[in-house]
């Protein structure tokens, strides 16, 4: 199957034993209407991300499962022996936010409900997307509070540069055409973060 034959979503490619597994949000309506599941392909053709295999059936929701809609961004991460499946849900009841998933087999699943009763991310609070992240053998989850909830609100991230200096990155949209980000560089000492004492804008 040609990648241009493929209706997905909100992609992520996993690099695994040689080949490519690709994921994504594969349902017709992934805004309304309940949530089916998601899908998984393989590459078909060594080292190309064009040609793929599938789909395979990677998850499909229990009657009883908390989410009912907004199955988005499924990302694959391997972790303690297994793969983990974190994904935007919207459950029956509450708030849309992140839910996990582990499949204890191979990398296609099946991926079964790991957070059983809800949302790992705020109970009250609309939120979306979830990386896993590890550093130094923490793990962390990354995840976005809804801005319609949030407003106006904005956003900020952690990261290391390719020279690997840390900075925080802040940004509030929508007060000026022109306004752009500032980024902050940031020092550890004592198991702390501070400012390193510069500010920089690109």
Known sequence: M??????????VV?????????????GKDIRKG??????GYVSSVAGRLSDFEGPFPVFRPPEDLWPAMNFWVPEIHPYQGGWYMFATFK??????????????GSIL???IPWSCSGPVTPG???CLDGPFFMEQGIPYLVFCHEWQQAGDGGHGMLFRSVQGTLYLALHTPNQTPWERPRFIAL??????????GHEEEL
Do not use: C, M
């Open 2 to 11: 040609h990648i241009s034959d493929i209706q997905i979503r909100n992609p």
């Open 14 to 26: 996993v690099p695994e034993a040689g080949g490519y597994y690709r994921f994504g949000s594969t």
């Open 34 to 39: 309940p949530g089916t599941g998601f899908d």
């Open 91 to 104: 459950p029956r009841k509450g708030r849309r936010g992140t839910g996990i998933l582990k499949s204890t």
């Open 109 to 111: 699943g099946p991926y």
């Open 124 to 126: 009250d609070w609309e």
């Open 187 to 196: 020092q550890e000492a004592a198991g702390k973060l501070g400012i390193a």
